[in-house]
């Protein structure tokens, strides 16, 4: 599931700048609202199945308390965090390379290698998660969020924002790491909602981050506020430092008990 972000990217990376080059932004947004309209057609043929279990009281108590867990605040907090930096960097990034002159088939050419790189990521991240933790790879994650930040301030060559929009689709692989991690942090009655509000958590920091990011960029300028946004993913990444789970754990071993000898 993660890797349709990158897929996406890549997909309209190549297809929508040279489409605006040629026949504007009108017949760009035309495509996409028919794009649009066949995702609940397809949705249609989903087929959704509602699995029955018998939940006791104890049950529903312990998913009430848990949901809230420290670990868990920290782990949704440092991801909205991450996000608000990721939405600065896609902001950032087109109206940086308009100023320098760049075309639309251009800009959308960092998204597009961007999505080409980053799509192996979430199942090399996901199968080191396994082995080597779930934390240290949410904060490398984070880190090249801020890497990304960090290249854009001095980018004035395409290879510069491809490099760019590469490091911050790591955010992308985060999620599933993230995900991952929630099952470490609260009981099996919680996930549901845990790994809804998680999940949540990039949305809530697009909102945050588009709006702070052009008004930032307005008072402060376009460097300023990227290091303003390698500092909060640096802070993100040492919220998760304080979270007591997703260690690697030893692989499972069965243990065959021994029969005395007749």
């Known amino acids: 599931m993660s890797s349709a972000v990158a897929i996406g990217g890549l997909i309209a990376g190549l297809t929508s700048g040279p489409i605006v080059d040629r026949w504007g ?13 066949l995702i609940p057609l397809i949705g249609g043929f989903i087929e959704d199945y509602d699995v029955i279990q018998p939940k006791t009281k104890r049950d529903e108590a312990a998913s009430r308390s ?9 782990l949704f907090t440092a991801s909205v965090l991450a996000f608000i930096v990721n939405s600065t960097g896609a902001l950032a990034r087109p109206l940086i390379m308009t100023e320098l002159q760049f075309d639309a088939t251009a800009i959308s050419s ?3 290698v961007g999505g080409l790189i980053g799509l192996p990521l979430p199942f090399l991240v996901g199968w080191l998660s ?50 991952a991690l929630i099952t470490d942090l609260v009981p099996h009655e919680s996930l549901g909602v845990s790994l809804s509000l998680f999940t949540s958590s990039n949305s809530m920091g697009f909102v ?40 690697r754990k030893p692989p499972f071993k069965q243990v065959v008990a021994a029969t005395p000898a007749a």
């Open 66 to 74: 848990f949901t809230f867990t420290s670990g868990f605040l920290l």
């Open 25 to 37: 932004f009108t017949t760009l947004f035309n495509l996409i609202a028919m794009l649009a309209l």
């Open 130 to 179: 396994d082995r080597i933790g779930r934390k240290p790879l949410l904060i490398l994650c984070y880190l090249a969020n801020a890497l990304g930040l960090l290249v854009l301030v001095v980018a004035f060559a395409p290879c510069h924002f491809w490099a760019s929009a590469a490091l911050q689709l790591s955010m992308a692989a985060s999620m599933a790491v993230g995900s």
């Open 110 to 112: 960092a998204v597009a």
């Open 208 to 247: 945050i981050g588009f709006a702070g990011t052009g008004i930032a960029m307005q008072q402060f300028g376009s460097p300023a506020t990227l290091l303003l946004g390698v500092f909060l993913s640096l802070i993100s990444a040492a919220i998760l430092i304080f979270i007591r789970a997703g260690a």
